[in-house]
Each structure stands twice: as C-alpha cells, then as structure tokens.
C-alpha cells in the first residue's frame, strides 16, 4: 500500500530480506484475509501506518534461515503467525488509559509477501494435520472464536452457544463449540443454512426473519442461549441481550454495524449477563488451539483461495460475505 484506498495497492518486487538477531525468515505459502485487513486497507482505521505498508495479519508458511539466538525454530519448520504479536498469555499487555491494538497488518507490517522476517516469538508451529491454506486462517479467525468459547466463555456440555453469522469466526465458533459439546444455533443467511448444518449446527435461523428472537426462545424453551457470540455490533446488541440466559454471556467480537454498541440496560442487568471484549487471543491460547486441531481433526472452512495476483477480487468477495475463509495463495 502507497496509502489509504483500494486505488493504492501496487504489488511490488523487493530485495530478499535477511532475519536479524532473533529474527526467523519465512517462506510464506498462504494468507488468510480477515474483515480487519479490508478495513485497514480502506480506511486505515486511525492506525499509525509507514507507507509503503504491507496488509494481513495471518500467514502459513516454513522458516528457511534463522538468526543468531533463534532456539524456537529450526530451518525447515512450518510456523503461522501470532496476529497480535507481544501478547504471550495473561491478561493483554496495556493500561486502562492506552488499551493497545498492536497487531500485524494494523501497526505492524503485515505479512502478505513471499517472504517475511518476524521475531520469533512472533511465530508457533503450525498443526501437522493442516494444509498451508487451513493452518493461516487459525491466526486471527480461529484464535478469535477459540478465546471466545474456551479462554472467557468456558463453554462446556449441556450449554448452548448462538453463533451469528457464517464468515471465518463464526464457522470456527460452531465446530469448536461442538467439540466442548455445547449445541449450537447459528443465526445466518438462509442460502447459507444448509452447509453450516453440515459442518455441525444443531439448528439453524434465518437472520433475516422478523422473529428470529423467538425462534432462538423457542428452540431453548425460553432458557436462552447460555453464550452469544456477537459479530454484528451496533444497536444489535440488544437482540443478543433479549436471546441471552439469565447469567449467560455474550462474547462481543465484531463490529459490523458499527463500533458504538447499545442494548437496554434493565434486560442485561436483571438476567445478570456479562459482555467480554474479545479482541483475537494470546499466543499461548493459539498453540493450545494448534494441538486441539490436531488432536480433534477440526478442520477450517475456507470459501475461496485466489492468488496473489487476484487480490482485489478477493477483497470484493469479503465484501460479499463468504462462507468461512478467503485465502491468498501464495505458492
């Protein structure tokens, strides 16, 4: 990117970039987009970007040179990225004054280059059982629905989580949910209802029906969803806070409908329902994921891979709504 604007995107060729004391050199084989990256691209989000900046977060790909005091990697070893990098485990570095948003492709260069150079804490080993194309959606999608359900929500068997939505996260948040052995309600477009039953929706809502609220009831027998995963954002949050059990939890992850969220407050405080901020995870949370993957055979659920030469396009598909995961391939 020359700056902000779809019109500025140049693909350029640049000389082999070399790892520094610490640092591990990739060979990146695929990308996954998120929304982020798109409105990064378009907007610039207020974030302090040196241009010439290079977009995404999410790579997959093997090291093929390390620098001095590099005891994480080896050469030859498949890694994907940690989307915000500095965050190891705990609670989020940061102070009530300054939350940060240091993440790749947002503050940091992004990785949507043939090779890459990174820290090498910046890196975890990618799942065995993956190909190059699932393993970089794990990054920001999958890490995100996996803090969400696992790290905050503690989703086990018996609850049942309400997934909106059937982009990256969403589709992560039903097949995860399902292994904690939760049943899942995922609210969507109706012409996408049939393939998220098949990758294990116990049922399935038109989002776009007028009593979308009372087919959630129904199907809970006016318990609720014990979690909500909440993608849309805005005045949305108050269809979330009317689904929600009494003591249940919404796990606010997007902001589609705009970043100002508002819902009536007596619902949300006589059914004594708690709102965690999710912004993506921790490294350690995502090596917890990696093993998970490949100990459960979760697989991701990408819609389309372009190559690098179609990126456009594949900004316009995220524009669209994909089912799951648009990919940048890059071998």
């Not at 050199?25 to 987009?33: F, G, N």
């Not at 907007?43 to 302090?48: K, S």
Request: charged content about 20%; aromatic content about 6%; overall charge negative.
């Amino acid at each position: 990117m020359d700056g902000i604007g779809r019109d500025r995107l140049t693909l350029r060729s640049v000389g082999m970039p070399a790892p520094a004391r610490g640092e591990v050199l990739v060979r990146v084989h695929a990308v996954a987009l998120n929304h982020r990256d798109k409105m990064v691209i378009e907007m610039g989000r207020g974030l302090p970007l040196a241009f010439p900046f290079t977009p995404a977060s999410d790579l997959a790909g093997t090291v093929v040179a390390v620098g001095d005091d590099v005891d994480r990697f080896e050469i030859g070893d498949d890694v994907i990225s940690t989307c915000t990098p500095g965050w190891i485990d705990g609670v989020r570095p940061g102070d009530a004054r300054t939350p940060p948003y240091r993440t790749l492709g947002g503050y940091y260069p992004g990785v949507l280059a043939e090779y890459v150079t990174a820290p090498q804490q910046w890196l975890v080993r990618a799942p065995a059982t993956l190909t190059p194309a699932q393993a970089c959606t794990l990054s920001c999608a999958g890490l995100t629905a996996w803090f969400a359900i696992v790290e905050r929500g503690r989703v086990g068997p018996g609850q049942t989580v309400l997934v909106e939505g059937t982009g990256g996260v969403s589709l992560f948040g039903v097949q995860i949910a399902k292994a904690c052995g939760a049943t899942v309600i995922v609210s969507g477009s109706a012409s996408k209802l049939d393939r998220a039953k098949a990758i294990g929706a116990d049922h399935v809502i038109d989002r776009r029906s007028d009593d979308w609220v009372e087919e959630v009831l129904r199907l809970t027998g006016d318990h609720g969803a014990d979690h909500v995963l909440e993608i849309v954002g805005g005045a949305h949050l108050k269809e979330a806070v009317a689904v929600t059990a009494v003591g249940g939890h919404i796990l606010q992850i997007g902001a589609l409908e705009g970043f100002e969220i508002s819902a009536p407050v007596m619902p949300l405080m006589l059914k004594d329902i708690t709102i965690h901020g999710i912004g993506t995870g921790h490294r350690r949370a995502l090596e917890d994921l990696v093993a998970s993957v490949d100990r459960n055979g979760l697989k991701p659920v990408i819609d389309t891979a372009y190559p690098m030469a179609e990126f456009p396009a594949a900004l316009d598909h995220l524009d669209r709504g994909p089912f799951g995961k648009i990919v940048i391939d890059l071998t």
